[in-house]
């Protein structure tokens, strides 16, 4: 089946650092989505990515879609406190049309 | 309104119990979904519903039974759970148009003795 990893898994910065996380299907997506999901919380879409080498932002984060349609990142600037958390990306999935895979996952910390 | 609400907020029970889990959305989504989360895990679909049919089921034990009374609520019935069940259950919903954003409950910490 399809699979979704993120690298890395785990990342801990110093406030005001960047920070980036990477994912990489095994398939083509047709599109690619972003959650966060702060600790103790619930995942929140962030954006949706759909066509090649598409470059989004929002303040801080900059969200990217492969050339191939295979791979995404996520690059936040300068980074705060409120920015800690789980990032997921996901991708639909061919099982289902309302189906998406969720990615590993990047945890990160910020220290103070 | 555009908030997912669930309860209970946190759920402990026996292995022979019967218990249910309520989720309801207000944003005139029709496609609702079941995730099971384990800590450090990505969400993992359980199943979905569209238009209130069940349109996927991702081979989960018939010991969880999903349910979908109107196009608000969604609901999952527990029965005869394992201790390896214990998990963050979340529900959500989105547009039934293909690859929507999912806007997620808050979710149920279940925990099976």
């Known amino acids: 089946g399809q699979q979704v990893m993120q690298i890395p898994q785990y990342q801990h910065v110093q406030e005001g650092e960047d920070f980036t996380t990477y994912c990489n299907s095994s398939t083509t997506l047709s599109n690619i989505q972003w959650y966060k999901q702060r600790p103790g919380g619930h995942p929140v879409f962030l954006i949706q990515?759909?066509?090649?080498?598409e470059v989004k932002k929002q303040k801080r984060l900059t969200f990217q879609f492969g050339e191939a349609k295979k791979n995404s990142s996520l690059h936040i600037t300068a980074t705060q406190t409120t920015d800690v958390g789980t990032y997921f990306c996901?991708?639909?999935?061919?099982?289902?049309?309302?189906?998406?895979?969720f990615g590993t996952g990047t945890k990160l910390q910020v220290i103070p | 309104d555009t908030e997912v609400t669930q309860t209970p907020k946190h759920l402990v029970m026996g292995m022979t119990n019967k218990k249910s889990l309520k989720c309801e959305q207000h944003?005139?989504?029709?496609?609702m979904y079941w995730y099971k989360q384990k800590a450090k895990k990505p969400p993992e679909l359980m199943f979905v519903?569209?238009?209130?049919?069940?349109?996927i089921n991702e081979s989960v034990p018939s010991r969880f039974s999903p349910e979908c009374p109107n196009s608000s609520l969604l609901n999952l019935h527990l029965h005869a759970l394992q201790p390896e069940d214990s998990a963050l259950y979340l529900c959500?919903?989105?547009?039934?148009?293909?690859?929507?954003?999912?806007?997620f409950g808050p979710g149920t910490r279940l925990t099976v003795l």
């Open positions: 996901a991708g639909p999935d061919s099982g289902g049309y309302q189906k998406v895979t």
């Open positions: 959500a919903s989105s547009q039934v148009y293909r690859n929507n954003e999912q806007f």
């Open positions: 944003m005139g989504h029709r496609a």
């Open positions: 990515l759909v066509k090649s080498g």
């Open positions: 519903y569209s238009y209130e049919k069940l349109s």
